[in-house]
């Protein structure tokens, strides 16, 4: 574990992310999601902050599961209407010197060869600040407008993931020298052809002979996020992931998610070590108790109930209208997200139901929400830092821009003052401000 806090601020370039109804807050500015200029603020202030990196989220087809119905998730605004993350990145980067941007992307409904591409543009543009959230698409309705029959079951999806990663891996690190590029003017050569390597991938569902058509970027492969949460999920996380996303709501389900990843990984044959974990966490932070008491609640009373559920409807993959409000969830195989499942039934001895699903999830969904002053917020923060152990944080908003806002004006400057914050940054890249290197290590896949 590092000696010192990293932080991501967790968003999406929709009218709203994970809190449901948040967009009707007086004074709350969702609705300028694509507003390049909202985004320049916000890379400016999560700078300031010094978080790591402005992650983003995103989501294939429109939640529909709910009411076997879109128009729920349509008329609440539930991560509906949205843009595609990744162009708003180069304005963000532009007006910023050292912020990262994790972009998910997802293995399911892209191909590697262009996605490789892709991200090693971004890489480029941002001078290595890129990070690749690596994600396998659960919605049937991605399914149907991109013209595939059905979606592809849950296990099927990550075999799919595990070849369309080493394609990827094949394109940023084997298939150009560092020195392929020369230049030589007079010679009349820019790259030497003797340097710049087919791959030659012929498997079960891609082939790609090669060559990668980008040159080696700054950090060649872009850092790896995964939130794998099933059996299979976890196996390609340990696998492929520097970083980690957890959707666990207590420090227990944290800690054994933790523990299990690092052993997985472990049995990899990498250094378990090498992962960093970052939960996700809603702060709601005030100048004093009363102040920050007064937004939770004003907060909780915008909470769309009926949004939520066709939030959770999508992530699980069960229609939650059809079952009565004070019915127990009970524990579901399902194709969507497996870890919103555990997160209310296996990871938790607590017996939830449905109206207590929608009330909790309507703030961050299944993260813990800390509500206090700056002193109390930094409290938490440090302990889960400290005692459960992990790296960093995926900060999730409520109000937007107010949120992020007043975490960096008033938490941050207490963080620092403990020596858990950065000061300054350290390093050229994304990959060396959050893990000290440059490259990936020679023990993950991607170099082998």
């Known amino acids: 574990m590092s000696d010192r806090m990293r932080l991501n601020l967790f968003t999406m370039n929709a009218v709203e992310h994970v809190s449901v109804g948040s967009w009707r807050l007086p004074g709350d500015q969702s609705h300028r999601y694509h507003d390049r200029e909202y985004w320049t603020d916000v890379a400016r202030t999560a700078e300031r902050g010094g978080f790591d990196a402005v992650f983003f989220a995103d989501v294939r087809g429109i939640y529909d599961v709910f009411g076997d119905s879109h128009e729920p998730a349509i008329e609440k605004g539930v991560q509906t209407p949205s843009n595609d993350p990744a162009y708003v990145v180069p304005a963000m980067a532009e007006v910023t010197d050292n912020l990262g941007f994790a972009v998910t992307k997802s293995t399911s409904y892209n191909h590697p060869y262009q996605l490789a591409r892709e991200f090693s543009t971004l890489d480029h543009t941002t001078d290595g600040r890129i990070a690749f959230n690596v994600v396998t698409s659960y919605l049937e309705s991605a399914a149907d407008n991109l013209g595939y029959d059905e979606r592809m079951d849950h296990d099927e999806r990550y075999d799919r993931a595990d070849e369309f990663m080493d394609v990827c891996y094949a394109l940023w690190e084997d298939s150009w020298n560092d020195d392929a590029v020369v230049r030589d003017a007079d010679a009349g050569v820019y790259s030497d ?68 990843l690092r052993e997985r990984a472990a049995d990899a044959g990498r250094d378990p070590d090498s992962l960093a974990f970052f939960p996700g966490i809603v702060p709601i932070v005030g100048e004093t108790e009363e102040i920050a008491n007064a937004k939770h609640e004003a907060y909780k009373d915008r909470i769309d109930t009926e949004g939520v559920l066709a939030l959770i409807s999508g992530f699980v993959d069960v229609d939650l209208s059809e079952l009565d409000p004070d019915q127990k969830l009970e524990h579901i195989e399902t194709e969507a997200i497996q870890g919103v499942v555990n997160a209310f039934t296996s990871n938790d001895d607590r017996e939830w139901t449905v109206r207590e699903v929608a009330e909790f999830a309507g703030l961050g969904t299944t993260s813990p929400v800390v509500v206090g002053t700056p002193e109390q917020v930094a409290d938490e923060f440090e302990h889960w830092f400290r005692n459960v152990g992990v790296d960093g944080f995926n900060v999730k908003e409520v109000a937007r821009p107010d949120s992020l806002q007043d975490f960096v004006d008033l938490v941050v400057p207490e963080l620092r003052e403990r020596g858990l914050l950065r000061e300054s940054y350290e390093g050229d890249t994304l990959r060396e401000t959050t893990f000290g290197r440059r490259r990936l290590p020679d023990d993950h896949p991607a170099r082998q």
């Open 193 to 260: 052809p003797e340097k710049v390597d087919q791959i030659d991938h012929e498997g079960e569902y891609f082939d790609v002979p090669g060559p990668h058509s980008a040159e080696p970027s700054p950090q060649r492969t872009p850092v790896l996020y995964q939130a794998g949460s099933s059996d299979r999920g976890r196996e390609f996380a340990a696998e492929n992931a520097e970083a980690v996303f957890v959707s666990q709501p207590t420090e227990e389900a944290v800690d054994d998610y933790v523990t299990d």
